[in-house]
């Protein structure tokens, strides 16, 4: 079980998507996400333990990521392993089998059309463990509003790409601090710091989204 497991991991870490993929070139004609996790399940592995590989996959690109020896293609290829794997999972994730850890609500703010961000943050997230609500881009305060009503409980993240639409992610995240004070807000993007994290009274700001896992994690282990 711990070696399918470990392939589980390097596949996704490595982004090899199915046996027909090409990439990356020294696993050419491997079998890939795709069919490991088909047979693992077949084999009678419980879908836990294949959520748990995912989660260590894009853990592994994620701490690459952060520490420059992986790029944003690498990134996307992870993302599309892991979804690879996930296809498999879905009946059991929505029987309730497999829980999800928790409930993330993402969006790029009023006034801002760029949600590469957005994506890659999205993808680790969802790679360690959590449904993923993409409200998309240019997104109003009274929808973000509207998703954590729909998801009680859920984390919030907002993400700006422009200097000018920094003003918009201020007024979201009092407004939402306002209605749902216990809410954990985290914010990102080029033009985001620390310190306008906490002048805007988010609760996280990192530059590499591994770390916004990690926060994550930690708030659901303080509950």
Known sequence: MNDTVEKIVE????????????????????????????????????????????????????RLFAEHKAFVTNLIVSAEAMNAVMKHLKPFLETGEVKRKGQFVIGTVAGDLHDIGKNLVSMIIKGGGYEVIDLGIDVA??????AIAQHPGCFVG??????????????????????YPDIKVLIGGAPITLDFCKRIGADFYSPTPNDAVLFLNQCLADR
């Open 11 to 62: 596949c996704i870490a490595r982004g090899k998507i199915s046996r027909s993929s090409w990439f990356p070139p020294d696993m050419k004609d491997q079998d890939g996400a795709d069919e490991i996790a088909a047979q693992a399940l077949k084999d009678g592995m419980p879908p836990e333990i294949l959520l748990q590989g995912c989660m260590q996959g894009m853990e592994r690109v994620g």
């Open 141 to 146: 305060t009274n929808k973000f509003i509207d």
């Open 158 to 179: 907002l993400s700006a790409l422009l200097t000018t639409t920094m003003a918009n992610m201020e007024n979201s995240v009092k407004a939402i601090k306002e209605k």
